[in-house]
Structures are given as C-alpha cells and as structure tokens.
C-alpha cells in the first residue's frame, strides 16, 4: 500500500499483546493472525520478506503485512510475486532434492527466515531497553508470583529451621547469576550494587547472603524441585498467550553433551590420553516459543518426568534414542501426537507400532530448531564436582533463558510486530 503517516518508534514493551483472553475460542478458531510490521518497508524489501519467510506452516499461521515507501502499479507488483513466487519454489525444491542426496547428519537446518530479522531486532531493543535493575525486577516479580500459587523456593535456612534471608531474593539472585552469566563473588558485588536487601532476620550480617549460602542452595533437592516447576510455569502458563498463536505446540526432546573444562583419562589406540570431560542433559524445548520446558542431568533416555508436562495434542519431536517402549506408552497414553524416529532393534508390540506408524519425516525435521535454540550452556559454568551444583546450574540456566525470552517475546508482539486483525 502506499506511503501512510505512520509512528515507527519502538514503545515501551507490554507484559502481553492485546488479544481476547479465551484461551478455548482462539485455539478452537482457525485464525490466522496479521501482523504490521512497524517500518516502512520499500517495494523490493517487502517481496523480500516474502520470499525468506518460510516458518514450519506459515502460510497457515501468520501474515505479516507493512507500509511500502514507494508506489508499483498492479501489473508490476503482481508480475514481480508472480516470478518470485515461482523461484522460490524452484529454489526449496532444488534444495530439497540436494539434502535427500545427502546423510541425515550433514542435510542442512532450515534456511534463514524473516523470522531471524525479526529477532534480531527483538535483541537489539532488548538489550537498550532492559538493564540489569530492571532484568533484576523482573525476575524478583515473576518468582514472588509464582510462589504465592506454589510455594517459596525452599523452607527451611541452610544451619537450622530459621530463615536469615528471603527464599524469593536468594532465588532472584541465583536466577540473576545465570542472566549474566557470572561467578558467586561478581553476583553478590552486583546484587549490592543493584541495592538489594535480602535480611529477614536481625541476624543476618550482611544485605545479600554469601557465596557458601549460595552454594548451598543450589544443590539443595526442595530448590531443585521448585525449579523444576518454575521452568514449566513460565512457558505453559505465564507464556501461555504467546503459544496461542500457534495451532500445534511443537516440542523437541534431545539430549547434549555438555563441556566441564575438566581433563580426564582415557585409553586411545592403546595409550592413556587427556580428553575433555562432558555431563549429559537431556532437555524439553518449545519451538514455537524457544523456551524451555524441562532441563535435566542425566543419561537416561527413559524421560517420564518430561513427557508429563506435556497434554493432549501437543507434537513431541525426538531422536531415535527416545524411542523406547516406556516413552512411547506414556505419549500414547497421554494423547501426544508422537514424531520419534523409530529404530529397527525396537521392541515388538502394539505401542511400539503405533509410534512408528505416526512418524512423519517432514515434521521430524523440525526438531532442528529446538537443538539450535538450546545450545545456551556455558563450559566455564560447569566446574562443580558435586552433581547435585551441576543439576542445579543447569536448571538457573533454563529458568534464566526463559525469564529473557519471556522478555522478548513481550517486546516482539506489543513492538516489532503489532496484532491488528485475526482472519477466519
């Protein structure tokens, strides 16, 4: 459309966009949202747009529309989407039939999108709009929130049952430590900085707990299990008005081996060696979203605890080495929508044939975004013997990615991107 009187400055990010608050009636409807982009787009730039877009079901989800800079007559405009239309299909075609040809392992991940430009800007206003007091605010208000419903992070005080410091801030700033990506010390430095009073007690000495606290905390079971929780909070509920956008929740199940910075011995060819010393996660992503769902230390690839957060209808991508009989039942069972690569030494029976039938291919390649998106772990991090410290920095990780993502995702709805209209 032509040129229009438009205000293309950013605005303050809203805790949600502005859509109707029934859940049941947006998922039930097959609307299509339309977003404006805020930006004045010149011709050649939107038949750009509309050529990298090519988010997994697009064209059944979402439109995104912007004000042109320039004025194309209709022949033109439509001889140009015409052609471009045609390339492209040439284009994904020509690279579809290039990466069967290849092994699964070195087939490429999805092309680049309008998607990606769209996040980038997301972080650039993210990170001129949100600083460290009010990252530090935010995470203080979503965990105070979120144990007035479940309960506080921890009850009792690490030398006895009296509490010298609040559970909430202990567990903000631990929270804040994984934000920033720093040590003990530096976090205590910046909370102090920041202004922080933790003291519920007279008894306490300082404002902000030490690093033996700290510490202490994190390795803590009722902690880990709060986190637990916490992570699935942020993106089932308090995320929840994002992921009703979508028609189908996309989950990936996969596993990492994550770097220690720690040497070990072992045997190659014959003679000891030095080698890198890694822990296995195995963790739950969110696609549509990028958030994290679950987060766990562990080798085992019978995941229960991960599976159950899940409901009805969602889809769950997976690697070959989740599909086992115990898995397989528990999706079933829960009426998920199963993409797990089956493997041929799988055990016979009715469960197992039912998840292989279901696998679809194309949506198994989906899983590709979740393994992008949860390459957040930092080596220098994981220096901790203890697995229970290992468990527990692997978790402030995942909640710390989510608080910012939530962030983001509030900026890309209420700023980059505005909600005008839904399309039956």
Known sequence: MPTQNVDTTPKKWASE?????NAQTNKNNAAIPVFLLQEILTFEQAVAYLDAYSEPEADEQCIIIGFLSDVVDVETAVEICAMQTVVR???????REKDDLKPERKQSWSKKTTWDKIEKRVNKIFHREIG???????IL?????FSRTYGPPYLYGGRGPHLQYSPEYVAAILIMKAALGV?????????????IDARISVKARYKVPRETHLRNIIKRREFLDWLDEFIAWLVLEKAGVFLRFFIERGFVLDGTSMKTNRLEKVIIGGEQAL??????????????????VYAELTTSHNVKEAIERLSSGDVLLADPEFFTRENCELILAKGIKPVIKPIKKARKGLVIRLCRKAFERKKYKRRKNGERGAKI?????????????QRGIVKLMAVAHNVKRLVKLAIKYTVVMRLVMFLN
């Open 17 to 21: 966009p502005h859509i109707d608050n």
């Open 89 to 95: 299909v040439v284009k994904d075609e020509l690279k």
């Open 132 to 138: 460290e007091q009010e990252l530090l605010e935010i």
């Open 141 to 145: 208000g979503l965990v105070s929130e």
């Open 183 to 195: 040590g003990n010390e530096k976090i205590i430095r910046k909370a102090e900085e920041l202004g």
């Open 275 to 292: 080698k890198e010393e890694t822990i296995e996660v195995k963790f739950l992503f969110n696609i549509n979203i990028d958030m994290y």
């Open 377 to 389: 772990y930092d080596s220098s991090t994981m220096l901790y013997l203890n697995p229970d410290r």
